[in-house]
């Protein structure tokens, strides 16, 4: 074994590897190198590097619904932006992902719950990274953890990301982002085994009750607001809606793509709160992660930053060519059917959700248990994503639908 040290969460790189070989088999492989994926807020993601004569099963992996690789500067770098193995004998890459450190809540970051989404969908019209083996057993790495294929593919995460690309690219990548949430929501349930995923009908509902439990397990201090938007919330709850698979968690920093010659999807990712639902919840939550061209980040406003950390960042949407919030939803509303005239609501509904986790991943702040750079900003973002939902509320769903936003502190 070539690994001397490994990240935090790894204690013990040789009984990870030892498992690797009893589990994946097709040969002796060597586990040389574990790097932490940077960016992710929640669940840890490491890309290991495997050598050996074969290097576990399928040494040359399917790296996406195509198996053809793309040319273009993106075509050698994986999410991490670290140079891919090439050559003879370079061996494997194959992605390793664990709950996160420390304060971890009640039903979340179940891992065989992520392995089983991803199990279901391969062959699907969603992409996702073929999975590999689940480890139920603590002692390999201290929880459970599941290993996947690595899929090459760049992560967009801000402005000066998909700054670089053309507006004809932009545009592109956003039908795809639009397509490919319609397809989540499309796939058929009983046909993949996803049947037992989740209770479905009233779903909203026990979302709303959920969060709020959640939140009194991580508050670390009052903020002004909440219990009024609860109040809202629970007031104006539009009922019981459609059922699909939901994601949980769908935006542009989830998916990793190529973008020569034209943008193209290899992958959904981080599945961790995929379950069956209100697919407009889906919707919502990618509207409040979706910065209309010239706005400003409110990401950017709430941590008094010009650049948030890494996987805080919400403007890679504001560059030129890509859709607006309105042009994304009407677009997802034609290809689906859907009547989103509440969206207003679900977007609501998206800041009050994304609040509870970012307090839940500062009180990990807090007792030092987070893994990478930029964790003191999240608990800043909370007050503003609280004020963020009262305002859509106020202008009954954001003068029209909750998507055209005129409010004077819109961008701060």
């Not at 590897?17 to 790097?35: F, H, S, V, Y």
């Not at 939140?215 to 002004?224: D, G, K």
């Not at 207003?344 to 750079?373: D, P, S």
């Amino acid at each position: 074994m070539a690994v001397t040290s490994s990240p935090p969460g790894i204690p013990d790189p040789s009984r990870l590897e030892k498992w690797i070989n009893d589990t994946l088999g097709g040969g002796p492989a060597e586990l040389t190198d574990i790097q932490l994926i940077a960016g992710g807020r929640s669940n840890l993601t490491y890309r290991l590097a495997l050598a050996g004569p074969d290097a576990g099963p399928d040494a040359a992996p399917d790296t996406g619904p195509e198996a053809t690789p793309d040319t273009g500067p993106d075509a050698t770098r994986d999410a991490a932006g670290a140079a891919m193995p090439d050559g003879p004998g370079a061996g494997r890459l194959v992605v390793l992902r664990r709950p996160p450190l420390g304060h971890v809540l009640p039903t979340a970051h179940d891992m065989s719950r992520e392995f089983r989404v991803l199990f279901a969908l391969a062959g699907t019209e969603v992409p996702v990274a073929r999975p590999l083996a689940f480890c139920a057993d603590a002692a390999v790495v201290g929880a459970p953890f599941y290993l996947m294929e690595h899929v090459p593919g760049a992560v967009l995460r801000t402005r000066q990301d998909t700054a670089a690309l053309t507006e004809s690219q932009n545009r592109d990548l956003s039908e795809g982002v639009a397509d490919m949430l319609a397809a989540i929501h499309g796939v058929d349930v009983a046909a993949t085994g996803l049947t037992g995923l989740g209770r479905g009908a009233g779903y909203l509902r026990r979302q709303l009750d959920r969060w709020q439990r959640q939140w009194e397990l991580s508050r670390t201090r009052q903020i002004p607001g909440y219990d009024e938007l609860v109040v809202r919330l629970t007031a104006a709850f539009p009922g019981e809606g459609e059922v699909t698979l939901v994601h949980g968690d769908f935006r542009l920093d989830n998916v990793l793509v190529t973008t020569q010659p034209r943008p193209r999807i290899r992958a959904v990712v981080d599945w961790e709160m995929a379950t069956l639902g209100d697919p407009l919840a889906d919707l919502g939550l990618t509207l409040v992660y979706w910065t209309d061209p010239g706005e400003g980040s409110w990401l950017n406003a709430a941590t008094g930053s010009a650049a948030p950390a890494p996987g805080l960042t919400t403007d890679a949407t504001a560059s030129p060519g890509f859709l607006t919030r309105a042009e994304f939803a009407a677009g997802y509303a034609r290809r689906t059917g859907r009547d989103i005239s509440r969206i207003g609501y679900y977007v609501a509904f998206g800041y009050f959700k994304l609040a509870v986790v970012l307090e839940g991943i500062h009180a990990r702040f807090q007792q030092g248990k987070t893994v990478g750079e930029g964790f003191e900003q999240e608990g800043l973002v909370v007050p503003t994503l609280i004020a963020r939902a009262h305002e859509v509320l106020d202008r009954d769903g954001l003068d029209r639908d909750g998507l055209d936003g005129d409010s004077p502190d819109r961008d701060g």
